[in-house]
Nanobody, 125 residues
């Protein structure tokens, strides 16, 4: 059974850093493109970062450019999101998602079939 599991969330002060991990089981990640999404209370789920199968194509949502870094380790079946210079507005549940095939809508949640359960990130002093 194909599963994704996020970890690494928590409470951090503004300006701090967190590293999220997303481990896959039941399938090998190297045939899937991956993305990170987040959803804050009362808001729609939004795409944060995308990474292609080999890692050669990366895309970020504008508000996280220069602060977040997405990476993947295919042999470890894991994708990461390094989050730096965190702001209170980054507070949300963060999800990883996977899909096969091509789509230009890299940060659209409707294009992804497989989702993790999410991990809470809270940025507050």
């Amino acid at each position: 059974q194909l599963q994704l599991a996020e970890s690494g969330g928590g409470l951090v002060q503004p300006g701090g850093s967190l590293r999220l991990s997303c481990a896959a089981s039941g399938f090998t990640l190297d045939s899937y493109v991956l993305a990170w999404f987040r959803q804050a209370p009362g808001k729609e789920r939004e795409g944060v970062a995308f990474i292609s199968r080999g890692g050669g194509i990366i895309e970020y949502e504008d508000s996280v450019k220069g602060r977040f870094i997405v990476s993947r380790d295919n042999p470890k079946n894991t994708v990461y999101l390094q989050m730096n210079s965190l702001k209170p507005e980054d507070t949300a549940i963060y999800y990883c998602a996977a899909r096969q095939g091509y789509s230009s809508a890299r940060l659209s949640p409707t294009m992804y079939n497989y989702w993790g359960q999410g991990t809470q990130v809270t940025v507050s002093s």
